[in-house]
């Protein structure tokens, strides 16, 4: 006998306002247990036979599931059984997953777990259910048998998808205001299968935000963190309207064929997610390139045609590290695979960063045994809300601070509307309840503008984010918690033959590395190791040169002709800015030839021609500004560069102490703190 749970409040309430659409979440694990369905498949079934509170109408419901996933469902490995029965009996209904393809204008059903790759199909169910068409629906099937046809005899006679016939929003919408606040992202996150006594208020907030690109179009987010954490559960598990995708795609794929014949994911599902980005490595560059144009606008071009998509985009992926390694050693960015990592201007895209390690790894205590919608109702709900939009209901009580730009702004009224629609369907919300989702949404958008400006692009550098109140006129400011140790160049005493250098490429982008020069028994070579290349390499060719034809001025004749130089150059920002390091490389040779730290805290700018004569720095703005970000208390500054010093910013001029020089040996002595 199955054990009576106490139900609280919360489920007597929803289970009084929203009779039969709403299930105990516990039956569903239960079920879920013993049949690989997705769980929308399964609240399907159990909405229909157990949606009371009534214990023994709850247990006979539990076993008419049961019996019929047993009779009905179809395990893989059961595929000939199930066959041969639909041939014994001519006439079979069972629940499976079909998808269609269209061969020689003939469309051919695919029925996964029946094993058989063409099955007929009346062509008007592919005209009713396009989704048919691109990674297939779950439905209820009865299956026939046509001895007229050997090669292939079975036929769909009909095809109910498992998902609601019909929902009334407006319904769902005077229901709502029936719920305080609390008790409503209580329900919703019950619905989502989560337990929210458990969870502090920020943390269901974060969990209810994965829910958004279900009801946003068009909305661009990610979420990057510890496995176990069930980041892609919503998108996968929640809707049949979502995909995920697991692996590297293609444009036809995902926006479809050239002669428009086939449609794109984006125009067929309401979400496309990407599980474990890190796999997307060997993804073609096009593909980026077209989700590039498609994030911004919807738009996409195929042959000659603009069209357009509604689909949100939604990207999955495990951290290595726990995140205040990420902050100190780089961006929050760095598990991404390259051709997204590199690409700036699609990063930029992203209008939520979702920090998925303060998502706790799933437990039993996480998982509700309460009262949630039937998945497929809560499903229907957020789809229906895609149609409409919140994002002008910031402007009713405040207005947004002047470092968000047009790109910033559109990120967080597009969360912002995400959340409405989640939490105030109805649209009805206090001002102090819009302001908590507006610091939300906020920080969503800045965690993407730090990663970005952490990478080095001086065009990223306004990320002081703020909001202002319309009546008192009181500005706030929101931060990202994990924000702080960002300082890649230590304050400590480095090791003789470690510096810190940057650089400045034509379009504002600065590099940022630390040169480790270390010394071997040798006959006074200069051998490159990681990171050394084109200008950089060439650069500290001429910089050892210099030094190779002046040993005897600066005392280490006999150290330059006994040794071989090692020089690696490790690329902080990961952004592969090219750099000339002449200088700072030859204080980091002379530091290790000398057996001396350089000064704690340091930075050389400059580079150095063959002769010794010093070239100045393209800009000293941005370099300035990434040495102070990053923890720098003094900057090597060539003389030249003395005139543009004071067009650097007064924050930058009271944090990093310049120190100037115009020839390579006063700069070598000053930044080993010689005479």
Known sequence: MMKTLERDELDDKVNRVFAGKVVRKDLVRKVKVGANVPVFVLEYLLGKY?????????????????????????????????????????????????????????????????????????????????????????????????DTDEKAPFRIAKLTPI????????????????????????????????????????????????????????YNMVELGPRGTG??????????????????????????????????????????????????????????????????????????????????????????????????????????????????????RLHFYLPGWEMPKMRNEHFTDGYGFV????????????????????????????????????AVRRTVSGLMKILYPHGEVSKEDLEEILGLAIEGRRRVKEQLKKMGSFEYYHTSFSYQDNATGEERFVGVPEQGGRDLISAEPLPPGTIYTASVS????????RLEVSLSTGTGKVKPAGGVSGEMKESILRAFNYLRANKNEFGVAREVDTADFHVEAIDLLGNRVTAEVGVAFFIAAFSALRKTSPQPGLMVLGDMSIQGNIKPVRSLIEPLQIAMDNGAKRAMIPIANKRSFFDVSAEVLESVDPIFYGEVRQAAFKALGLN
């Open 506 to 513: 034509g379009d504002g982008t600065v590099g940022l590395y």
């Open 231 to 348: 980041k892609s559960y919503a998108i996968q598990e929640l809707s049949p309207y979502s995909a995920l995708l697991t692996g590297p795609t293609t444009v036809a794929n995902l926006f479809g064929h050239m002669n428009g014949r086939r449609k794109g994911m984006v125009q067929i599902w309401d979400v496309v997610g990407f599980d474990e980005v890190a796999d997307l490595q060997k993804m073609p560059k096009e593909v980026i390139t077209t989700m590039k144009t498609y994030c911004e606008s919807g738009q996409f071009q195929r042959g000659h045609e603009s069209m357009a998509g509604y689909a949100s985009i939604a990207m999955f992926g495990n951290t290595q590290q726990p995140i205040d390694v990420m902050v100190q050693t780089g961006h929050l960015f760095a598990p991404m695979p390259d051709v997204i990592r590199d690409d700036m201007a699609f990063i930029d």
């Open 163 to 218: 998902q609601l016939a019909t929902f009334d929003l407006a319904e769902y919408r005077k229901l709502r205001a029936e719920f305080s606040t609390d008790e409503w992202i209580d329900f919703i996150l019950r619905s989502m299968g989560y337990e929210p006594g458990v969870m502090e208020r920020r943390l269901k907030l974060l969990f209810l935000s994965r829910l958004i690109p279900l009801c946003e179009r068009n």
């Open 375 to 410: 998945v497929d109702y809560l499903a229907e709900a957020l789809r229906d809300l895609r149609k409409h939009n919140f994002t002008e209901i910031i402007d009713h009580h405040f207005s947004l601070g002047a470092h968000l730009n047009a790109r910033d702004r559109k």
């Open 50 to 146: 157990c949606a009371s509170s009534d214990e023994v109408a709850i247990q006979m419901g539990l076993q008419v599931v049961n019996d019929t996933l047993a009779d009905g469902y179809i395990r893989p490995d059961e595929s000939t059984k199930a066959q041969s029965r639909v041939k014994e009996q001519t006439r079979h209904t069972f629940i499976d997953k079909v998808k269609v393809r269209l061969v020689d204008s003939h469309y051919w059903a695919e029925v996964t777990n029946f094993g058989h790759k063409f099955v007929h199909i009346p062509d008007h169910y592919v005209r009713d259910y396009d989704r048919i068409l691109m990674g297939g629906i779950w439905a209820q099937i009865e299956m026939t048998w046509d």
